[in-house]
Nanobody, 124 residues
Framework: VQLQASGGGLVQAGGSLTLSCVAS????????IGWFRQTPGKEREKISC????????YYADSVKGRFTLSRDNAKKVVYLRMNSVKPEDTATYYC??????????????????WGQGTLVTVSS
């Protein structure tokens, strides 16, 4: 599966933004899709993940209650809705696929496919 993330940009603190992760290929609905973010000098942080069916979601404590992840398998897209954004949400956001469970993204694998990243900047 190949992924392309988009939707980043500049947003004021307290505002909202929706990121999209669009897939190509016929196996999109086999895979869990995760979202990570990274700032310069820091490790990539897993912030959210959704199971292949969309029935299960995971959120890191840092975004729980503010971010919502959903997917549309017919359109081969995953949406990350970011509400009440904070300056500390400023980062490059990446989506990842190719894993059959969200737990796989904790370990990493050469078989996982990463989108190119989209930059989110939150101004105070």
């Amino acid at each position: 599966v190949q992924l392309q993330a988009s939707g980043g940009g500049l947003v004021q603190a307290g505002g909202s933004l929706t990121l999209s992760c669009v897939a190509s290929g016929s196996t999109f609905d086999f895979y869990a899709i995760g979202w990570f973010r990274q700032t310069p000098g820091k490790e990539r942080e897993k912030i959210s993940c959704i199971s292949s069916s969309g029935a299960l979601t995971y959120y890191a404590d840092s975004v729980k209650g503010r971010f919502t992840l959903s997917r549309d398998n017919a359109k081969k897209v995953v949406y990350l809705r970011m509400n009440s954004v904070k300056p500390e949400d400023t980062a490059t956001y990446y989506c990842v696929g190719g894993g059959f469970s969200c737990a796989e993204y904790d370990r990493g694998s050469a078989s996982h496919s990463w989108g190119q990243g989209t930059l989110v900047t939150v101004s105070s």
